[in-house]
């Protein structure tokens, strides 16, 4: 049973269509709307009111979790809210909460500002397809994007192991079995090694966060499954490199050739404050890989992804500063936004610049 006030605090994050709603004792609460934070005309939160508030939304169970690792994050539908992804953690002794709005429907790839070519990753039959980013890039929703697409074209199984579940699929030409960490399995790589013997086709994995996790995403990506994971990376390359830098000596050699032969695709991604600072902007990169891809990877020439990308075009590759390029001359973003997240400041200036002329 929730508390009243954060009732109140929930439906008005969402009638404003907040992303988030942050909840921190000694300041008003604050929503964080199309990118920036807001507070609300509210007094102050006292320690008191947070804590009661984290009482009224967790059961013993979390209760004793919270109470023995200070941080806990969960997923639960809220009446008034719909789906929320609430993190707890503590502050000066005291409980702090930041709500993350989940929605309630997936919206369409042209809403959300992703390419056409993403689509075709989602129809491969096997391999490994990566959604980086940094936190509040949007991966998340890019994955459930996916998952639905392929749930309304395919009839096959798709396992999801979600860090907590944010959208609940319906079961529409394929059976979706959404599976939680520590509500349903204990771990990304444990529950991976068990969702193989349950005879999928497909494999979702909220967050591949460690050697155990990635290896074994990369040996179902290998026998026949279609992965599809998140990683915390800015750029194509650096997804890579990260797969890689987490093996050391022979393994990392057994690594870049799994990478080499599986993977399929990498998008990452950003958002960004639209020029009219009413709503938020997709940017983002995308690798597909070809037989050139592959070779570079397996040769670990990673420094000439870049470039690969650059030429890439009539592939359906991207490169970040391309994109935030293309959405300054749709007049989408402003040219400070695009120089501030630009990968070479210098070049996309110059561009630009150039155009203007």
Not at 22 to 28: F, S
Not at 87 to 101: A, C, H, Q
Not at 328 to 349: F, G, N, W
Request: glycine share 6%; aromatic share 4%.
């Amino acid at each position: 049973m929730s508390h009243p006030q954060l009732d109140r605090l929930l439906l008005g994050a969402v009638e404003c269509q907040a992303s988030d709603l942050h909840l921190i004792a000694g300041i008003p609460p604050a929503f964080r709307l199309n990118g920036e934070i807001i507070f609300a005309d509210h007094e102050a939160l006292s320690p008191e009111l947070l804590a009661a508030m984290t009482q009224g939304l967790l059961n013993p169970e979390q209760e004793a979790k919270f109470e023995r690792d200070w941080e806990l994050c969960i997923s639960l539908r809220h009446e008034l809210a719909g789906r929320v992804r609430i993190t707890f953690y503590r502050r000066n002794g005291s409980p702090e909460l930041s709500v993350r709005f989940c929605g309630h429907s997936i919206h369409t790839r042209e809403i959300l500002g992703l390419p056409a070519k993403i689509d075709d990753l989602a129809r491969k039959p096997n391999g490994l397809v990566l959604v980086t980013g940094p936190t509040g890039a949007g991966k998340t929703t890019t994955l459930n994007y996916l998952v639905d697409l392929i749930n309304r074209e395919r009839r096959c199984k798709i396992i999801t192991i979600e860090d907590p579940i944010e959208f609940v699929h319906e079961n529409n030409k394929a059976i979706i079995v959404q599976q939680e960490v520590l509500t349903d399995v204990r771990s990304f790589d444990r529950a991976l090694i068990h969702a193989l013997r349950q005879d999928p086709d497909v494999l979702v994995v909220g967050e591949m966060r460690d050697p155990e996790a990635i290896s074994m995403a990369l040996t179902a990506a290998e026998t026949g499954h279609l992965v599809m994971a998140t990683l915390h990376s800015p750029s194509v390359t650096h997804a890579v490199e990260r797969i890689v830098g987490v093996f050391e000596g022979s393994a990392q050699r057994q690594v870049i050739l799994q990478l080499a032969n599986a993977l399929q695709g990498i998008i990452a991604q950003d958002l960004l404050p639209a020029a009219d600072r009413q709503r938020r902007v997709l940017a983002y990169e995308l690798l597909v890989v070809t037989p050139a891809v592959r070779n570079i990877i397996r040769e670990n020439h990673l420094h000439l992804l870049e470039n690969t990308i650059q030429t890439g075009g009539k592939d359906g590759m991207m490169l970040m500063d391309a994109s935030l390029y293309d959405l300054y001359s749709k007049c989408l973003i402003t040219y400070d936004t695009a120089l501030s997240r630009a990968r070479h400041p210098d070049r996309i200036s110059k561009k630009i610049q150039s155009g203007s002329e």
